[in-house]
């Protein structure tokens, strides 16, 4: 199995020893920690504005118009890189370089999703750009908006596979972390 981004089906498994003892059957009990839960409902909301926008090209997709499509997507899609983008700046500044000291032993796992973020962000710029293209072209008139629009669910649909994979991978090495060292991560 690869592990780049793109060509995983997976967490590699040297990176899920800590699955073993905290396994995500678990993760929805009391006894999770505040961060922990904290951190899946962060995740839960970009799993939700993946799934709303993929609602909203469906919609256009089976004949809605691109007016609708630009009123409900275009907000959605801003906040949805913006939050996501800060996200993973917090996680790359602040609690990677903590976990990487509480457990050594995780730092190439850790290694490999702060990987994925550049990935990620290069798909977010992506994104960002094909929004852009679709807004302007609508609102300029623009018959191109339809292409416009076409190009930015492609690139879309794209991003939300890769944002999928490193959101359920993170979660494996991430969760199990925080709840073996739950002291370290106090809020």
């Not at 995780?106 to 999703?113: N, S, T």
Request: charged share 25%; net charge negative.
């Amino acid at each position: 199995m690869s592990d780049a981004l793109e060509g995983r089906a997976g967490l590699p498994e040297a990176h899920r020893w800590l699955l073993e003892t905290y396994p995500r059957l678990h993760w929805r009990e009391a006894e999770l920690g505040e961060v922990a839960r904290f951190w899946l409902q962060m995740h839960g909301s970009f799993r939700h504005k993946q799934t709303e926008m993929a609602r909203q090209v469906a919609a256009w997709r089976a004949g809605g118009d691109l007016v609708s499509l630009h009123r409900g997507l275009i907000p959605t899609l801003q906040a949805f890189l913006q939050h996501l983008d800060g996200h993973h700046r917090v996680e790359s500044g602040h609690y990677f370089p903590v976990m990487r000291r509480v457990e050594p032993r995780i730092m190439a796992g850790i290694d490999l999703l702060d990987a994925d973020h550049d990935v990620l962000h290069d798909h977010l710029d992506m994104l960002f750009k094909a929004g852009l293209a679709f807004h302007q072209t609508l609102a300029s008139g623009d018959p191109d908006a339809g292409d416009r629009a076409a190009q930015l669910a492609d690139v879309l649909e794209r991003v939300t596979v890769a944002t999928s994979r490193h959101l359920e991978d993170e979660e494996d090495i991430v969760i199990p972390l925080i709840q073996r060292h739950a002291d370290a991560f106090a809020p």
